[in-house]
């Protein structure tokens, strides 16, 4: 099958943000390997909008 990067999968624009997030920003998302928006949580950790992928607060690329 292959290792599945999350490239294919576009955003999904009805799904609501996170309740503990604020305005997102783009990051580096580690899981599709690229830039892509994410929703920053309350504790500093961010979701990834296309994957859903949570990074650690403090974590970057």
Do not use: N
């Not at 599945?4 to 580690?30: I, K, L, M, S, V």
């Not at 899981?31 to 994957?51: F, K, M, N, P, Q």
């Not at 949570?54 to 690329?61: K, M, R, S």
């Amino acid at each position: 099958m292959g290792v599945h990067t999350g490239r294919h999968r576009g955003p999904r624009a009805a799904d609501p943000a996170p309740a503990d997030t604020e305005p997102g920003e783009f990051r580096y998302c580690p899981e599709e390997l690229r830039t892509t928006y994410h929703a920053i949580h309350d504790d500093g950790s961010r979701t990834c909008w296309t994957c859903r992928t949570t990074t650690p607060a403090g974590e970057t690329q």
